[in-house]
C-alpha cells in the first residue's frame, strides 16, 4: 500500500518537490536562455521607463517558436506593449506575414513603431491600431487569424469568445501573463485581475467542444490552446 505522501512509484511527493529544487532556478534558466538581440533590450528598455507590459523573454521565444511552427503569415496580438513581443515575432515570420497589434495607448504604438523602425521592419508588415480594444476586437474579421495574443486583463471572456471567432481552424489563442506570476494558483488572491485570469483558465479548460489547451509556467504564466478543427471522442 502506497502512504499518502507518495506517488503511484512511491517516491515521496516531499523528496521529489525537493529535488527539483535542488537542481536550480528552472525559470531562471529559461528565462536566460535565449538572449534578447540589443534591439529588443533597447525597446524593453523603453516600456519600463513608461510603465508598460513587454512579454517576457522566454514567452517571446515561445510566440517565435509557434509563429515558425504553424508557418503563421497572420497574427493579432491585444496589448502592443513597446513592441517586445512582435520583433521576436518577425523572428520567424514570413515577408509575406503580417502583424497587426492593437492598444489603447497611443504612446504604446509609438514605441512599437520606433523598434520596428530601428529593426529594419517594413511598415508593409504590421499595423499598429489605437483605440477601445474592445471594440476593435470585436470587429475582426472571422476564421482569419492563425494566432490570437491576450495581453491585456480587460474583458478577458469576451475577448476569448472573439479570438475563437477570429482565428481559423486549428489556429492558437496565447494568453500571456495567464497565471499572474503564481498569484492564480494560489487560493488566497481575490483581487479582481487574479479572479479574471482564474475563471477564463477554467472556462477555456472545460471549453472542450471548442478548445485544445495547455498551461505552462513559463515567463508569468501562458495558456495556449489551440481551436478546434472537429471533434474527437476518445
Do not use: C
Amino acid at each position: 500500500m502506497i502512504s499518502s505522501g507518495s506517488d503511484r512509484g512511491g517516491v515521496d511527493k516531499t523528496s521529489r518537490e525537493r529535488a527539483f529544487a535542488d537542481r536550480g532556478d528552472m525559470r531562471a534558466f529559461s528565462q536566460s536562455f535565449l538572449p534578447e538581440t540589443e534591439i529588443i533590450q533597447r525597446a524593453r528598455q523603453r516600456g519600463i521607463e513608461i510603465g508598460t507590459y513587454d512579454t517576457s523573454p522566454a514567452i517571446g521565444s515561445l510566440l517565435r517558436y509557434l509563429t515558425h511552427l504553424i508557418g503563421a503569415t497572420s497574427i493579432v496580438e491585444i496589448g502592443t506593449g513597446a513592441g517586445v513581443s512582435g520583433l521576436w515575432i518577425f523572428q520567424a515570420m514570413t515577408q509575406k506575414g503580417l502583424l497587426t497589434s492593437i492598444d489603447d495607448e497611443v504612446e504604446n504604438a509609438k514605441l512599437a513603431k520606433q523598434a520596428f523602425d530601428e529593426a529594419g521592419i517594413n511598415s508593409s508588415r504590421f499595423r499598429l491600431i489605437t483605440g477601445n480594444s474592445r471594440e476593435i476586437i470585436g470587429k475582426l474579421a472571422d476564421s482569419l487569424y492563425d494566432i490570437f495574443i491576450l495581453r491585456r486583463n480587460t474583458d478577458l471572456l469576451e475577448s476569448v469568445e472573439h479570438a475563437h471567432r477570429s482565428l481559423r481552424p486549428g489556429g492558437i489563442l496565447v494568453i500571456d501573463r495567464a497565471l499572474l506570476s503564481g498569484k492564480v494558483a494560489d487560493p488566497t488572491q481575490r483581487d479582481p485581475e487574479t479572479i479574471g485570469y482564474r475563471e477564463v483558465i477554467k472556462v477555456i479548460k472545460e471549453s472542450q467542444d471548442h478548445w485544445l489547451p495547455m498551461l505552462l509556467p513559463v515567463g508569468d504564466g501562458v495558456m495556449v490552446a489551440t481551436k478546434k478543427i472537429g471533434r474527437a471522442h476518445v
